[in-house]
């Protein structure tokens, strides 16, 4: 056996690849079986359907509301009162590093999406590792007359290095219209935030954000490696002073206390990005969040009105349902 194919151009390239995944997916032949039958080595018949997932010739999809059957997604459901909610299920979570982990959530939260987009929807989409990992996620599956939005100015991050990317490439999958928001996300001062926001081109953008039918978001906590400090836009006295005012959670670059409610401390006023009652008025909420070190964030998130459709992976759905709902508790 070879681990090479003969040279082919693009057309016998492309047939090469859909007739291995045709065998693999279609005839459940195992790759040992496929690679003796086409008389190459098993590596290549691994890479060529890798390449044929790559190259959009083979899309895995997997239906969203099955990702809602379970157990812990139907007890979520019942104890907060949420329309749906999405538990990426993995017994050993502790064996799993952050990075696996959130990439395992972005999955099931990218599938889940999928399952709440509807035709027409307007979605304003937040800015975050997590969100970015949930594009990346995304199945190419388009939805007829869909409009993004991006929620949060122009920003860019070791984690994510650039805001607008995580409304473009959803936008992209999604087959849909994307209104990037032509301004910085943060800016000196809050005078200088003012004249921003009247400026009458991002006054338009920002005004298309108030009729949003859905959200796509994360919440991250107020710890010294949050990622509003991450990315230059809090400082750590300023994430200090929050936490002292009560915060517990950010959401779309805001502070929300235990119960939810917004807490005003810089960057705030600095900010370009909707209000918080612009997030709540969205009909559907989807609230995509990774690790147990969020669960107070998730709780405030919860009681504050932010989410309708829940996606966490095992381990903090577990602490959700073992947590205390009385935020004064």
């Given at each position: 056996?070879?681990?090479?194919?003969?040279?082919?151009?693009?057309?016998?390239?492309?047939?090469?690849?859909?007739n291995?995944?045709?065998?693999?997916y279609?005839e459940?032949?195992t790759?040992?079986?496929?690679?003796?039958?086409?008389?190459?080595?098993?590596?290549t018949?691994?890479n060529?359907?890798?390449?044929?997932?790559?190259?959009?010739i083979?899309?895995?999809?997997?239906d969203?509301?099955?990702?809602?059957?379970s157990?812990?997604?139907?007890?979520?459901?019942?104890?907060?009162?949420l329309?749906?909610?999405y538990v990426?299920?993995?017994?050993?979570?502790?064996?799993?590093?952050?990075?696996?982990?959130?990439?395992?959530?972005?999955?099931?939260?990218?599938?889940?999406?999928?399952?709440?987009?509807?035709?027409?929807?307007?979605?304003?989409?937040?800015?975050?590792?997590?969100?970015?990992?949930?594009?990346d996620?995304?199945?190419?599956?388009p939805?007829p007359?869909?409009?993004?939005?991006?929620?949060i100015?122009?920003?860019?991050?070791?984690r994510?290095?650039?805001?607008?990317m995580?409304?473009?490439?959803?936008?992209n999958?999604?087959?849909?219209?994307c209104?990037?928001?032509?301004?910085?996300?943060?800016?000196?001062?809050p005078?200088?935030?003012e004249?921003f926001?009247?400026?009458p081109?991002?006054?338009?953008?920002?005004?298309?954000?108030?009729?949003?039918?859905?959200?796509?978001?994360?919440?991250?906590?107020?710890?010294?490696?949050?990622?509003?400090?991450?990315?230059?836009?809090?400082?750590?006295?300023?994430?200090?002073?929050?936490?002292d005012?009560?915060?517990?959670g950010?959401?779309?670059?805001?502070?929300?206390?235990?119960?939810?409610?917004?807490?005003?401390?810089?960057?705030?006023?600095?900010?370009?990005?909707?209000?918080?009652?612009t997030l709540?008025?969205?009909?559907?909420?989807?609230?995509?969040?990774?690790?147990?070190?969020?669960?107070?964030?998730?709780?405030?998130?919860?009681?504050?009105g932010?989410?309708s459709?829940?996606?966490?992976?095992?381990?903090?759905?577990?602490d959700?349902l073992?947590?205390?709902?009385d935020?004064?508790?």
């Amino acid at each position: 056996m070879t681990n090479a194919v003969p040279n082919r151009g693009k057309g016998d390239k492309d047939s090469l690849l859909a007739n291995v995944a045709i065998l693999y997916y279609g005839e459940g032949l195992t790759q040992n079986e496929i690679s003796k039958r086409m008389q190459v080595s098993r590596a290549t018949i691994v890479n060529l359907l890798r390449e044929s997932r790559d190259k959009g010739i083979v899309e895995i999809r997997i239906d969203g509301k099955h990702l809602s059957s379970s157990n812990l997604a139907r007890e979520l459901r019942q104890r907060f009162g949420l329309v749906d909610a999405y538990v990426a299920l993995s017994e050993n979570t502790a064996g799993l590093s952050r990075r696996d982990l959130l990439l395992h959530v972005a999955r099931v939260g990218a599938a889940a999406v999928l399952d709440v987009v509807e035709p027409g929807d307007r979605i304003g989409i937040a800015w975050g590792e997590t969100i970015m990992a949930l594009s990346d996620a995304l199945q190419r599956t388009p939805v007829p007359n869909v409009e993004v939005c991006q929620l949060i100015g122009a920003m860019k991050s070791a984690r994510v290095p650039a805001s607008e990317m995580c409304a473009i490439q959803i936008a992209n999958k999604l087959g849909a219209v994307c209104y990037t928001l032509h301004a910085p996300g943060i800016v000196a001062t809050p005078e200088l935030a003012e004249i921003f926001r009247a400026e009458p081109t991002i006054k338009a953008q920002l005004d298309r954000l108030n009729s949003l039918d859905m959200t796509i978001a994360s919440i991250g906590n107020v710890a010294a490696e949050t990622h509003l400090a991450s990315a230059g836009m809090a400082t750590q006295a300023e994430l200090s002073a929050a936490r002292d005012a009560g915060a517990v959670g950010i959401i779309c670059c805001r502070y929300i206390d235990a119960a939810g409610n917004p807490v005003a401390m810089q960057p705030d006023s600095r900010v370009i990005a909707p209000g918080l009652a612009t997030l709540k008025d969205a009909r559907k909420r989807f609230l995509v969040v990774c690790g147990s070190d969020r669960l107070q964030a998730t709780l405030a998130a919860i009681r504050g009105g932010f989410v309708s459709h829940l996606c966490v992976d095992q381990g903090l759905a577990e602490d959700l349902l073992a947590s205390n709902p009385d935020p004064a508790a």
